[in-house]
């Protein structure tokens, strides 16, 4: 196994401008999950894939989110229009039974 | 709908000295739980679990921690610490129903600070 990769690891933005994010899970995890993590904060759950279907999103997530699994493999995180706030660490994790295994993450600063 | 509270946001030790961070949870359903590990500007590292059976489990590193289901505790113990143990310790919470998301609801983290 080669691990959860994220790409890319930094990513710093305009306010108003789209950001896009990738996640490649360990091969063979149908599960997959999008969290948030804000300086002195734990993770946040964001989303949850099983295969390519999108099954749940918190309230966090707001129109301007938008995550894609189309081919239940990788994933992409999607922000339109970024604020201010939206800066964070974006992790990915994914999880074949019991068990969610996260990659390095992708660091947002939104100027 | 589950909880996890973490006391203390940080912990100083001196190198090769004892080091308990304390994790307490709230759930109305069966849980797992979990010990995660963050070192500056990287994902989160898996410590340790409990699924079930025997409640203290032992993990990477030479880390354990107990599950104590009246106390409604899981606290991460290590006899002694090295310095490169330095890093953000965050517990974990998530159902035990696989046909949910099972998400994990994390602490606000503990700081271990190992120095010399």
């Known amino acids: 196994d080669t691990g959860v990769s994220q790409d890319p690891r930094h990513k710093i933005t305009k306010r108003g401008q789209n950001v896009t994010f990738r996640c490649d899970p360990i091969s063979e995890h149908n599960r997959l999950y999008w969290y948030r993590q804000t300086l002195g904060q734990g993770p946040e759950f964001l989303t949850y894939f099983q295969n390519e279907a999108q099954l749940e999103k918190s309230r966090l997530l707001s129109d301007r989110f938008s995550a894609e699994r189309p081919k239940g493999s990788f994933s992409t995180l999607e922000i339109q229009r970024t604020e201010q706030g939206d800066s964070a660490m974006y992790l990915c994790a994914s999880r074949p039974w019991d068990t969610q295994y996260f990659g390095p993450g992708t660091r947002l600063t939104v100027l | 709908a589950q909880s996890v509270t973490q006391l203390d946001s940080q912990v100083p030790v001196f190198e090769e000295a004892p080091v308990e961070l304390r994790c307490n949870y709230s759930s109305s359903v069966s849980v797992y739980l979990f010990w995660y590990v963050q070192y500056p500007n990287q994902g989160l590292q898996l410590l340790l679990k409990?699924?079930?059976?025997?409640?203290l489990v032992k993990g990477i590193n030479g880390f354990e921690a107990e599950f104590n289901k009246s106390q409604t505790s899981f606290h991460l113990r290590k006899p002694s610490v090295h310095i490169s143990d330095t890093a953000e310790y965050f517990c974990?919470?998530?159902?035990?129903?696989?046909?949910?998301?099972?998400?994990?609801?994390f602490g606000t983290g503990t700081r271990l600070q190992v120095t010399l």
């Open positions: 409990y699924l079930s059976g025997s409640t």
């Open positions: 974990a919470v998530s159902d035990t129903n696989t046909g949910t998301a099972s998400k994990l609801t």
